[in-house]
């Protein structure tokens, strides 16, 4: 079940923040279960969690696990993610980091490199449903209506393959409870349904929060 966090306090410089919560989403078609604890704050982020798929030969999908720790600051402009998977053939590691005015570097343990992505800031891992809030969060869509296209540095699981692709999200709806907001990747389009701090709540096709 997910535990909502709900005490602000103030931190030094005035940050405000978040007690941390734990999210928990499941989805179907491959079955998965994904978890997390996740702190907000004004302008930065902190999550560690772990999703785990079942594999589904109807769709060519291999059982595998993940985990990942994500932190991000000053807006996305600073950001690393380290991010492991598991399947019954092998295991993987990858991170990805970025300084507030530098290119990305990636590190699979034995090679490494710097790319700037075409200017992205913004970070996405397939199928983890805590992460499809970053754009959302970082542009306010839940709080005031707005589109946005933008490019996306995308991981795949469980290969860790990095491609950049391009998301649009579009404010539907705000109201009392969050907003819905419509997201586009390539031919695929969903309705996002998020709360009031941005956080998924339905990713139809993917996960939903329990």
Known sequence: MSTDATTDRVADGGTRLRNPAVYTWQGARPTTLESVRLLLADGRLRASGRLIAVGDPAVQAEPFSASFDVYLDRGEQACRLLLRTTTAAQERQISLSRTEDGPWLLDRGDTSQRDDFEGSVTLGVAGVVTLASLPIRRFGLHREVGEHELPVV?????????????????????????????????????????????VVIDYPGIASRV
């Open 154 to 198: 995308l991981v795949s699981l469980p290969d860790l393959e990095i491609q950049l692709v391009r998301q649009t999200y579009r404010t539907v709806s705000v109201n009392e409870s969050g907003a819905v907001i419509a997201f586009t990747q390539g031919e695929f389009t969903t309705e996002l349904t998020v709360d009031t701090e941005g």
